[in-house]
C-alpha cells in the first residue's frame, strides 16, 4: 500500500467532521502519524526491541489498534522464539485491508525467509478474547476507547497475559497542572509546525479528534493498571505530550 501525503485537513472545510479510520485516512496515515506523534518511530523500534525480550515460545502477541500493522511488523521482525503467532486487531475495514496488501508484499519480498505468523483480524478489541499471551502491545489506541470501557479492557489484557508478560501501552497524555497542560500543548504544535503543517491544518485536525481521542494524565494510566493487576506501570520514553509505558505482569 503506497502512503500519500497527509493534506487531510490542508484547506478550509465549512464543518470538520469527526475524525475517522476510513479509507481517506488510512492512505496518508504513515506520513500523519510521523509528522504528528513525536518520537514515533523509537516507540514503534522499542516494540520490537521489548517484544524479542519478552516473547515466551509457542505464546501469542497482540497488536490491538493495529492501524496499518508497524507494530505487529516490529514484532514480528524481531521475535526468534519458536511457535510464536502474532495477532493483529483493528476496527477499520480501511486500515485492516491496508495491513493485510502490506503484508502480502512484504512476504513476496522476503520468500522463504522464517517469520512468526501474523492473523489480522477486523473486530473491535473489546470483542476479542486475550490467551496465553507474552506481548500485548496498545499503541494509540486506549485513547480512542470510551473511558468506561478502559478498566475492563486493560483487566482482560492482564487475565490474558501470561505469567512475566508485558503490556505496552502508548498514549497521548494530558497534565493536571495548567501551565504544563498549555505547555506540552504549544510544543506539540510547534513540532507539527516544524514537519510542515499549518495553523489551519493543526486547527482543523484538532477539532475533528475533540471528543474522539480522551487522553488521561500518567497517574491516572498508572492506577489503572496497577488496579487491573499489574505489579508495576512506569513510562520508559516521553516526548512532550505522547509517551510509552510498560506495564508488568
Same mark, same amino acid.
Given at each position: 500500500?503506497?502512503?500519500?501525503?497527509? /493534506?487531510?485537513?490542508?484547506?478550509?472545510?465549512?464543518?470538520?467532521? *469527526?475524525?475517522?479510520?476510513?479509507?481517506?485516512?488510512?492512505?496518508?496515515?504513515?506520513?500523519?502519524?510521523?509528522?504528528?506523534?513525536?518520537?514515533?518511530?523509537?516507540?514503534? /523500534?522499542? @516494540?520490537?526491541?521489548?517484544?524479542?525480550?519478552?516473547?515466551?515460545?509457542? /505464546?501469542?502477541?497482540?497488536?490491538?489498534?493495529?492501524?496499518?500493522?508497524?507494530?505487529?511488523?516490529?514484532?514480528?521482525?524481531?521475535?526468534?522464539?519458536?511457535?510464536?503467532?502474532?495477532?493483529?486487531?483493528?476496527?477499520?475495514?480501511?486500515?485492516?485491508?491496508?495491513?493485510?496488501?502490506?503484508?502480502?508484499?512484504?512476504?513476496? %519480498?522476503?520468500?522463504?525467509?522464517?517469520?512468526? $505468523?501474523? &492473523?489480522?483480524?477486523?473486530?473491535?478489541?473489546?470483542?476479542? $478474547?486475550?490467551?496465553? %499471551? &507474552?506481548? @500485548?502491545?496498545?499503541? +494509540?489506541?486506549?485513547?480512542?476507547?470510551?473511558?468506561?470501557?478502559?478498566?475492563?479492557?486493560?483487566?482482560?489484557?492482564?487475565?490474558?497475559?501470561?505469567?512475566?508478560?508485558?503490556?505496552?501501552?502508548?498514549?497521548?497524555?494530558?497534565?493536571?497542572? *495548567?501551565?504544563?497542560?498549555?505547555?506540552?500543548?504549544?510544543?506539540?504544535?510547534? +513540532?507539527?509546525?516544524?514537519?510542515?503543517?499549518?495553523?489551519?491544518?493543526?486547527?482543523?485536525?484538532?477539532?475533528?479528534?475533540?471528543?474522539?481521542?480522551?487522553?488521561?494524565?500518567?497517574?491516572?494510566?498508572?492506577?489503572?493498571?496497577?488496579?487491573?493487576?499489574?505489579?508495576?506501570?512506569?513510562?520508559?520514553?516521553?516526548?512532550?505530550?505522547?509517551?510509552?509505558?510498560? *506495564?508488568?505482569?
Amino acid at each position: 500500500m503506497t502512503s500519500k501525503k497527509d /493534506s487531510l485537513y490542508a484547506y478550509p472545510l465549512g464543518e470538520v467532521a *469527526a475524525f475517522q479510520f476510513d479509507n481517506t485516512v488510512a492512505n496518508v496515515f504513515p506520513d500523519m502519524i510521523r509528522r504528528s506523534v513525536p518520537g514515533y518511530q523509537t516507540m514503534i /523500534s522499542a @516494540v520490537g526491541h521489548l517484544s524479542a525480550r519478552f516473547c515466551q515460545a509457542n /505464546s501469542q502477541c497482540y497488536d490491538l489498534g493495529c492501524s496499518l500493522g508497524a507494530a505487529a511488523l516490529a514484532m514480528r521482525e524481531a521475535i526468534c522464539v519458536p511457535g510464536c503467532r502474532i495477532i493483529a486487531v483493528d476496527n477499520s475495514d480501511a486500515m485492516v485491508a491496508g495491513f493485510r496488501q502490506n503484508l502480502q508484499q512484504i512476504d513476496a %519480498a522476503e520468500s522463504g525467509e522464517s517469520k512468526p $505468523e501474523v &492473523s489480522v483480524l477486523c473486530d473491535d478489541i473489546r470483542n476479542v $478474547e486475550i490467551e496465553n %499471551a &507474552s506481548v @500485548v502491545v496498545l499503541n +494509540f489506541t486506549l485513547q480512542f476507547i470510551p473511558l468506561l470501557d478502559r478498566p475492563a479492557l486493560l483487566a482482560a489484557i492482564y487475565r490474558g497475559l501470561l505469567p512475566g508478560g508485558v503490556l505496552i501501552l502508548s498514549e497521548k497524555l494530558m497534565f493536571d497542572d *495548567a501551565r504544563q497542560q498549555a505547555l506540552q500543548i504549544d510544543m506539540h504544535h510547534h +513540532f507539527k509546525k516544524m514537519q510542515g503543517y499549518s495553523e489551519l491544518e493543526i486547527s482543523q485536525k484538532r477539532t475533528a479528534l475533540e471528543n474522539v481521542l480522551i487522553p488521561e494524565t500518567f497517574v491516572k494510566h498508572q492506577q489503572r493498571l496497577l488496579e487491573a493487576g499489574f505489579a508495576s506501570a512506569e513510562i520508559w520514553f516521553q516526548y512532550f505530550n505522547f509517551a510509552s509505558i510498560i *506495564a508488568l505482569k
